[in-house]
């Protein structure tokens, strides 16, 4: 299978009410499978409105599913902020792509079985490394920790930190860049992001990385139990039916999602050229 999925024909990008259509865009709802999903989150989710492609671990397993279950496929580029009402709305069937499991959201939605765990840890500059090595070293005055808006990372920081600074930017790329760009300030602050244990990973990994994947290791952040990732569609008749659709589908296809996963992971996402909105 080619490393990149490049026959999607149709991308909706939804910001708050705003929506621009690209390709046709008068299919019938009914035979066709449309995915939200935020595409800035590499290996699981990931657009370039260059090449307008999309790639990672949810875009080709929505692709199989699409197929699985006979239907083309749109995707819906939505933010973090905005993945619950887009979806709620009915502008999406289905959202995938580093959604964590929570209690807000098997109240509100259809989730799906979980198809990988995953757990909040900290990720920071590799040249800070030496300075951390649990969760009361990142919990102090002389720490900023930065989020990205939306989504799970930011209420995790809220809830757990009681000390340090927290500021939040508006998306996930943004919060990298800061990431990246203090790594390589020769003022350089103590600064600390809460993620996925799979972003990490992904993240320190990148051939040049400036970012440590030791946070991975600490084993005193506090935490619920460790959640798995999921995807979500309405909580109604359609959207209970679709989510039984999906747990057929990956039940019957186990041994599969775990090499789409690896084939996402060797996969090579483009830094997009974001700057961080902070003085480093």
Not at 62 to 67: E, G, L, R, S
Not at 244 to 249: E, G, L, T, V, Y
Request: net charge positive; proline share 4%; with cysteine.
């Amino acid at each position: 299978m080619a490393s990149a999925l490049r026959f999607v024909v149709k991308t909706y990008v939804l910001v708050a009410s705003v929506a621009t259509c690209y390709g046709h865009c008068g299919t019938n709802p009914a035979n066709e499978l449309r995915v939200c999903t935020t595409g800035d989150y590499p290996p699981l989710t990931y657009y370039n409105p260059k090449t307008v492609e999309w790639k990672g671990d949810a875009i080709i397993v929505a692709t199989h599913f699409a197929k699985f279950i006979n239907k083309s496929l749109t995707f819906v580029q939505v933010t973090w902020p905005t993945l619950s009402t887009t979806l709620a709305a009915g502008k999406c069937d289905i959202a995938m792509g580093g959604i964590s499991q929570t209690v807000d959201r098997a109240n509100q939605f259809s989730l799906t079985e979980a198809n990988r765990s995953n757990s909040k840890q900290p990720i920071f500059a590799k040249q800070d490394a030496k300075y951390f090595n649990g969760f009361s070293d990142i919990d102090t005055k002389e720490v900023t920790v930065i989020e990205n808006k939306g989504g799970t990372n930011e209420p995790f920081a809220k809830k757990v930190i009681k000390n340090a600074k927290i500021v939040i930017v508006e998306t996930n790329q943004e919060a990298y860049a800061c990431l990246n760009a203090n790594a390589r300030s020769t003022n350089r602050t103590k600064l600390v992001m809460f993620t996925d244990s799979i972003e990490i990973d992904f993240r320190s990994s990148i051939k040049g990385s400036l970012l440590s994947g030791k946070g991975n290791r600490f084993t005193d952040i506090p935490q619920d139990p460790r959640v798995g990732k999921v995807y979500m569609a309405q909580n109604n008749n359609r959207g209970s039916s679709l989510v039984k659709q999906f747990n057929d589908f990956y039940n019957t296809h186990q041994r599969n999602f775990d090499d789409w996963y690896q084939e996402a992971l060797k996969t090579e996402y483009p830094e997009e050229k974001v700057k961080c909105p902070l003085d480093f």
